[in-house]
Each structure stands twice: as structure tokens, then as C-alpha cells.
């Protein structure tokens, strides 16, 4: 790995979200960081687009690469410390790049939040990424990171307070500005349509065990009821991103050695607000497809605006909860749109945490909590304009 040409190749620079990294990394490079860095795509001509159009040195690598072509992919892993794709939908376009990662030994992050193409992932590479020593981490934007890290922020906090995990633990988007683009909506559908052909996938969609092969713990709350919680005195709505979040949380736990215990239950619900006008909101919230499509809506390499990333936030609450009464809350916010401004920021730093913070974790499929850990939630904080606090 030391004889590397590329610390971080960004598969997907010409893409809407690639993009976003490429300009990020110019930004970081520019204010210090030392990373050997280059920009991988389809078209050797948008690639000098987009390099020049975000800014960054003509002298920035540019690498023709396409999924389509094995060779071309395994030629770009075989260059690279860490390959950071953002080419979805992962199940059409990603299972070629991990295959060519896990063989050159070789790191990788993504932003799947594709439980399918996950877990079968798991099941065919993971004891060769253990051999090769490539780390495979999934999920490294908005899901699942803010989900996955403040959980596990929330828990050593617990141990370090009480000497113990909380059972259960709530996850609670307080607040949530930021519109889809046109990739997350074509990962979402390629996700149906994979479920209606099959119905094993559709039997793994449902379970919270999906991505812990060999576990199964306790009975778990659906997160699917509009309710009033009673930690919060407030009304929650289903959270279109639970699905994928609770998947990667349980996992995370397993991969840690459940250090949140056998017993770990956890959901994600939206908070409408208290009162008739806070159960009015919930309900109106749980009607909404969040997933339908029609003309309006943006097509891959479509998002929102450079004002609208901009103006875009979160804070997400997570709650813990013991039989005895006692509990505890930790906020985890961000500063930007949390599918686009946020998280081309935090794949970044989880691809750099990779090289500069955890460089001696073994090879494997992670998720973000497994791999990068506090090493990470300190980058964030540092660079990626997460907070993460303790609240009374």
C-alpha cells in the first residue's frame, strides 16, 4: 500500500455528488492537507471540465475508468491507497469496483445505502478483504454516518458514566433541510424493483438483521407507527432513512463485539412536534412517498443548488433509555444539506480517516462506527462541520 501513486482516487468526479468531493478536497488540499489525490470517470474530457471548472491545479491526476470495463477498474484500484466511488446505483454500477478493491487489497468508501447489494457484498468478499487487508466501508454519508457515529458517541458516553450501555436508544431527527438529487432517488427505485423481482431481497429489506449474518437479537420497535414519545413530549413520524441506518447501527455493534450488548434495541423516527398541531404534522409526514417520481423530479447528476446546500442543516437526537429510569441525550448536528453539502464532506474525511487515523486496522467489511470510530467523529468535528454534544 506504501507504494501507492494515489492516497484517494474519487471514482465519479463528473457525477453530482463526485463533484462535490473533487471541489472539497481541492478546497482542503489547497488549505494544507498533504493528499495525493486524483479524479477517475468515464470521459477523459469531463474530467478536465470539472477539474478546472471547481478550481483545482491542472496538474490534478485525471483517470478513464468505467464500471463496464473491468480491466479499467481493476487497473484504478491497483493506483490508489483508497478508492472513494460515488457511482450509483451500487447493485448496477458498484459490485465491480469492491470485487477489484478487495483483490489489490485496496480501501474503499461509498455512500450505499442498497441493504441488497450490501449484504451480498458481505457474503462474497468478506473473508477475501480479510486476507487482501482491504477495508471496505459502506454507508459514509448522511447515511449513515450522523446515525451510526452519534450512537455510538451516546454509548461511550454511557460506559464512561455509568459503566454500562443503554439497552435501548432512541434516534430522533429534530430537524432535517435538504432535498434529494436525482442519484438517490435512482438508488431508492433500483432497490424496489430488485425487491419485486425477488423476494428474498424483499425478506431482507424487512429484517434489522439484514447486514449481521450469523445474529439475531431481540425483538426490535418498527419505527413504522406515528406515535407520541413520551421521552420527548413530542409526535414522531416514520424516517425514510431508518431502513438503511438501524441496519448499519446493529451491524456495527456486531462488528465491535457488542459493546451496546446482545440486547440492543434501537429505531429512527422523525419529530413532528407536541400538542394536536405536532400529531396533525406526524401524520401528514407518514402520507408523504418520499420515493415517488414523476416529471418534476431531478435526474441522476441533478441536486439541489450551491444556496440550497448551503442553506441546509440537521440535528438529529438520540436518547438513552435503561430500565432503571436513568437516561442520556446527545445531539449530532451538521452544517450543510445533509445528502449533498454534508456528505461530501464526510466520505472525504472517512477516506482520509482510513489512511491517517486508522492505518493499522485489519482488512474487512465495515461500517463507519466499525472503521473510523471516535478517530472519525473527532475529524468530523474538526473539518466536516459535525458537532457532536451531550445535552441535559
Not at 104 to 129: K, N, Q, S, W
Not at 214 to 229: I, T, W, Y
Not at 298 to 311: F, I, L, N, Q
Not at 320 to 341: F, I, M
Request: hydrophobic share 40%.
Amino acid at each position: 500500500m506504501s507504494t501507492r501513486e494515489f492516497d484517494v482516487v474519487v471514482y465519479g468526479a463528473t457525477g453530482y455528488t463526485g463533484r462535490l468531493v473533487a471541489e472539497y478536497l481541492t478546497e482542503r488540499c489547497a488549505a494544507g492537507l498533504a493528499c495525493r489525490w486524483a479524479m477517475a470517470g468515464r470521459s477523459q474530457s469531463k474530467l478536465e471540465a470539472v477539474r478546472d471548472e471547481i478550481g483545482a491545479p491542472a496538474a490534478t491526476p485525471l483517470v478513464v475508468a468505467d464500471a463496464a470495463d473491468p480491466g479499467s477498474v481493476q487497473a484504478l484500484a491497483a493506483r490508489a491507497k483508497v478508492v472513494l466511488t460515488t457511482v450509483g446505483p451500487y447493485q448496477l454500477y458498484g459490485a465491480e469496483v469492491v470485487a477489484a478493491c478487495v483483490e489489490a487489497g485496496t480501501d474503499y468508501v461509498d455512500l450505499c445505502g442498497e441493504v441488497p447489494f450490501m449484504r451480498a457484498t458481505i457474503d462474497a468478499h468478506e473473508a477475501r478483504a480479510k486476507e487482501t487487508g482491504a477495508r471496505i466501508v459502506f454507508s459514509t454519508g448522511f447515511d449513515s454516518v450522523p446515525f451510526d457515529l452519534g450512537v455510538l458517541f451516546l454509548q461511550n458516553a454511557s460506559l464512561a458514566q455509568r459503566g454500562k450501555p443503554f439497552p435501548r436508544v432512541k434516534g430522533r431527527v429534530r430537524s432535517m433541510n435538504g432535498t434529494f438529487s436525482g442519484g438517490t432517488l435512482a438508488s431508492g427505485m433500483a432497490t424496489l424493483a430488485a425487491a419485486q423481482k425477488d423476494p428474498q431481497v424483499l425478506q431482507l429489506l424487512l429484517t434489522p438483521w439484514a447486514l449481521t449474518p450469523g445474529f439475531e437479537g431481540p425483538a426490535q420497535p418498527s419505527g413504522n407507527e406515528v406515535h407520541e414519545d413520551s421521552a420527548l413530549g413530542a409526535w414522531v413520524a416514520p424516517f425514510v432513512m431508518a431502513a438503511i441506518n438501524t441496519r448499519n447501527i446493529h451491524r456495527s455493534n456486531q462488528l465491535l463485539g457488542h459493546p451496546y450488548g446482545t440486547d440492543f434495541a434501537y429505531d429512527e423516527m422523525m419529530v413532528a412536534g407536541p400538542g394536536d398541531s405536532g400529531k396533525q404534522m406526524a401524520e401528514a409526514l407518514a402520507s408523504i412517498n418520499m420515493m415517488a417520481v414523476d416529471e418534476n423530479s431531478p435526474k441522476p447528476g441533478e441536486g439541489p443548488t450551491k444556496e440550497e446546500r448551503d442553506s441546509g442543516n440537521y440535528d438529529v437526537l438520540f436518547v438513552g433509555e435503561d430500565e432503571d429510569g436513568s437516561s442520556l441525550r446527545a445531539a449530532v448536528t451538521g452544517d450543510k444539506d445533509p445528502g449533498y453539502g454534508s456528505t461530501s464532506k464526510m466520505i472525504a474525511e472517512s477516506a482520509l480517516c482510513l489512511i491517517e487515523d486508522v492505518p493499522t486496522l485489519p482488512g474487512g467489511i465495515y461500517t463507519p462506527a466499525a472503521a473510523g470510530g471516535t478517530a472519525l467523529i473527532e475529524r468530523l468535528k474538526a473539518h466536516a462541520g459535525l458537532t457532536f454534544e451531550l445535552e441535559a
